[in-house]
């Protein structure tokens, strides 16, 4: 079940599906690239205007699935119109910035992006566009990416399965006499 905030904005109710801090991991794999497993973690948040603030973090894993270094990180804002039209505008730390379209499925929580914009530093590695998909399954955020550059057709790059974090704190507030800190509770 979906929890919708009283102070979310309608005009994003439609994606209130993102919302939340999410975990889990992934495989990434491009030509010139390391091909690597990678953990995530994704969070969609709002302030009550008319859009989703969205961050991501990747780090390479081990064998054991024991963090190692970062992979990289990205930011932006999520938008929705009455067509169910979706707009994204993103960031990421290596130096791209790009304007992403598509559309939220019909009776479904998955949306399907193309960039439509692609601005890089003269410092980034080479990038020409991309398609995302996110779905909304039982519970858990899945994606996968594509991208392209000037010499690599479109082509999957990374896919991930994440889990909703849910912090004991959110399901506990109605409970009575909760401690000051809210976790010493369930210890």
Known sequence: MIEIPSDLHPDVLPLAFLLGNWEGAGVSDFPGAEKCNFGQEVIFTHDGRPFLEYTSRTWVLDGDGKKVRPLESESGYWR??????????????????????????????????????????????????????????????????????????????MSAHLKKVVDPREWAKDIKDLPDDGIAFFK
Not at 82 to 102: C, F, L, P, Q, T
Not at 123 to 151: F, H, I, N, Q
């Open 80 to 157: 929705i119109d009455a067509e169910r039209k979706v707009e994204v505008v993103m960031s990421r730390d290596s130096g791209v910035i790009e304007i992403w379209y598509g559309e939220l499925a019909d009776k479904k929580p998955q949306i399907d992006l193309v960039t439509d914009a692609v601005a890089r530093l003269g410092s980034a590695a080479p990038y020409s566009g991309g398609k995302r998909l996110y779905g909304y399954v039982k519970g858990d955020l899945m994606w996968v990416g594509e991208k392209a550059t000037p010499d690599v057709e479109l082509r999957p790059y």
